[in-house]
């Protein structure tokens, strides 16, 4: 289940998984899984940000990011990230 804590975490390293992996994982909140799963989450968040996709593969993806977080709070965290 992705948290706004994992949110943060993701944000911190901006979304480098090498980058974290790298620094011996220090955040242990997060699993690897968890980070793929952001990393994933993030790539079809800014696919519909750009209006790439159908309006019915958007509904999946709203779908899958509430069933994928914890909370409305986690949900507005992960919409609203920008990395750079």
């Known amino acids: 289940m992705i948290t706004l804590q994992k949110v943060n975490i993701f944000k911190k390293y901006n979304g480098d998984v090498d980058g974290w992996t790298l620094t011996g994982c220090p955040d242990s909140e997060i699993t690897d899984q968890d980070w793929y799963t952001l990393t994933d989450l993030y790539q079809k968040i800014m696919m519909m940000k750009n209006n790439?996709?159908?309006?019915?593969?958007?509904?999946?993806?709203?779908?899958?990011?509430?069933?994928?977080?914890?909370?409305?709070?986690?949900?507005?965290?992960?919409?609203?990230?920008?990395?750079?």
């Open 52 to 84: 790439l996709n159908s309006q019915t593969f958007n509904l999946q993806i709203n779908k899958e990011i509430i069933e994928k977080t914890d909370s409305e709070e986690t949900r507005h965290a992960l919409m609203n990230l920008r990395l750079k």
